[in-house]
C-alpha cells in the first residue's frame, strides 16, 4: 500500500508540473467537517459544540484543462471526530482525481475518486487497535468558484467501503468504530 500511495504522489507531481505548461497548479487548504452517523444529528451536536468535529486540510493541485479539466490532488487531512465525550483523530493523505467541468461564469462542478491512506489514528484515552485497511477508496463531489487566481469549492466526500477499528481496552472494549470519511470539505485555493 505504500508503494501505491508513493507512485500516485509521483504521478501528481509529474502532471502537476505538466499542468504548469497548461492551466495550472497550486497550493489549498480549509476546514473539514465530519460527520457521525445523521447529519442532521451531527449538525444540531455542531452547534451546541462547533468544535467537537472540525478538521483541516492542506494540499497542492494540479489542473489540466479549460472548460472539461482533470484535476488530481495531494492532501494532508486531519480529522477529528467525537463518540461519547472521546474524541478520535485521525491523520491520512489524500489523493482525488477530479473531473469537472466550468459551467457559467465563475461556477464549476466536479466529482471523482478520492484514494486516501490512513497515516495515523488516536482515539482520547482508550487504547485502539489498527485501522482494518489503511488504503481506502471514496468519491468527491462538489461545486467552486474560480475568480482568476483564487478559488473556493465545497465538496462532500464519502467512503466506498467500512473500514473499522477495534476499541483494545476501555469502556468501550471489544466495539468498532467506522473510520471511513463521511464529511463536508470547504476549500479555498491559490494557483501559482
Known sequence: MKKTVLLAAIALMGITAHAQKGSGFGI??????????????????AYKDPKSNVGYHLGIFGQIGKKIYLRPELVYTKTKSDYENNSLD?????????????????????????????????????????????????????????????????????????????VVDGVFSNDRIDTRPDQLILSVALKL
Open 28 to 45: 489549498k487548504g480549509g476546514l473539514n467537517y465530519g460527520a457521525n452517523g445523521d447529519y442532521f444529528e451531527s449538525t444540531e451536536q
Open 90 to 166: 485521525m491523520s491520512k493523505l489524500d489523493l482525488p482525481v477530479l473531473l469537472g467541468i466550468n459551467i457559467i461564469g465563475p461556477l464549476n462542478v466536479f466529482a471523482g475518486p478520492a484514494f486516501q491512506y490512513i497515516l495515523d489514528t488516536d482515539y482520547d484515552g482508550i487504547t485502539i487497535g489498527d485501522v482494518e485497511n489503511d488504503f481506502t477508496v471514496g468519491l468527491n463531489i462538489g461545486a467552486g468558484l474560480s475568480f482568476g487566481k483564487f478559488g473556493i469549492d465545497l465538496r462532500y466526500e464519502r467512503g466506498f467501503s467500512e473500514n473499522e477499528v477495534t
